[in-house]
């Protein structure tokens, strides 16, 4: 099966979506764009450790997707992966202070920018390893089916991530074994500087022909609804019973691969990237919003305003909350002991 989706509005118009739906997704945007705005900041001022790879001019894909979903489905991110438990429905401090590895951060600390999960609201865990979370999601949707609990898994992976043999084994288990499961390519077109198109044949979509299991492209990916569409329609199919689906929605990230990191401007021209930025997830939705009469201007800027100020109370959450004690810093790393009971005359009669 093969599905392209260029725009929602084609493809779709009869699907309706609540205003309170709508809101929510403009909100969920904004939180991700200003919550990465601000690390992006601390960053550069060194407040956090390391390097973040933020999601700016992904927003729609992000949400969309995590919008689609239901609140006890699981997701795995990757590298670049605040996004996705925002789109999910995370709060921002415990989110925010994981980045600075403080002791109230979603891992306590340890997870930081590349490690971090959040269990409450099905988020498995993302990884700096490349497609490393994609048997993780499979593992997730063959234990849902197993125990027949109806949930979905969804696994975030970039177009580099796409060549990767993990991606495939996956791909190969779930299709085998209708798994209840959606690999979901966030193709923004590099892999850190490398051009997706120097490095990968044909469409990574149709790719799903060759494990049976159902393909679909959104052309668009700055539309929030496309994307929303075409997840629903994969979460619905994977519900049912009708197996995985390989989703890959086109994107573009506005920021450098990671923040702080130095590749020059070469690798991307100025123009493709200045039509990408006309493109702007957020606005494009909220020129929609007061179209559709959905909500006014007014409206829409005070829910920026709301965010704005959680962002606020996000940084001050972190700021207050203290580093983790040392003497916790081997914990969470095995689960507790079993002591062995091996009767010594068993061990006599064996030796």
């Given at each position: ?77 990757n590298h670049r992966s605040h996004g ?34 959040d269990f409450k609201v099905g988020s ?91 393909g679909v492209r959104v052309e668009d ?131």
């Amino acid at each position: 099966m093969k599905i392209h989706i260029t725009n929602f509005y084609a493809k779709r118009a009869e699907m309706t979506l609540d205003s309170t739906t709508m809101l929510e997704m403009q909100r969920r945007m904004l939180r991700i764009r200003h919550f990465d705005e601000r690390a992006s900041k601390m960053v550069k001022r060194g407040q956090i450790p390391g390097t973040v790879h933020t999601s700016i001019g992904q927003e729609a894909q992000v949400v969309g997707a995590c919008m689609a979903l239901g609140d006890s489905d699981y997701m795995t991110g990757n590298h670049r992966s605040h996004g996705h438990p925002i789109g999910k429905g995370s709060p921002l401090g415990p989110l925010m202070a994981e980045l600075v590895g403080k002791a109230d951060g979603v891992c306590g600390g340890k997870g930081g920018s590349l490690h971090l999960a959040d269990f409450k609201v099905g988020s498995l865990g993302e990884s700096g390893i490349v497609g490393s979370s994609i048997p993780i999601a499979t593992g997730a949707a063959l234990s849902a089916k197993t125990l027949g609990n109806g949930r979905v898994a969804l696994a975030f992976f970039g177009d580099g991530a796409a060549n990767q043999g993990c991606l495939y084994e996956s791909m190969n288990m779930a299709g085998a074994w209708d798994l209840p499961v959606i690999f979901l390519c966030e193709n923004n077109q590099y892999a850190l500087s490398t051009p997706a198109h120097t490095v990968t044949s044909g469409v990574i979509a149709d790719r799903a022909a060759g494990f049976g299991i159902a393909g679909v492209r959104v052309e668009d990916g700055q539309d929030v609804l496309a994307v929303y569409e075409a997840t629903a329609e994969a979460v619905d199919r994977a519900r049912r019973g009708d197996g995985p689906t390989l989703l890959e929605v086109v994107t573009y990230r506005f920021h450098e691969h990671s923040e702080g990191l130095r590749l020059g401007t070469d690798y991307r021209d100025a123009e493709e990237k200045e039509a990408w930025l006309k493109r702007d997830p957020i606005v494009l939705f909220r020129q929609r919003l007061v179209a559709d009469e959905i909500a006014t201007d007014a409206e829409l800027d005070a829910i920026e305003a709301e965010v704005l100020d959680e962002v606020e109370a996000a940084f001050a959450f972190t700021e207050a909350s203290p580093f983790p004690d040392p003497s916790v810093a081997f914990a969470d790393i095995y689960t507790e002991p079993t002591p062995l009971r091996v009767a010594a005359t068993v061990i006599g009669a064996t030796s």
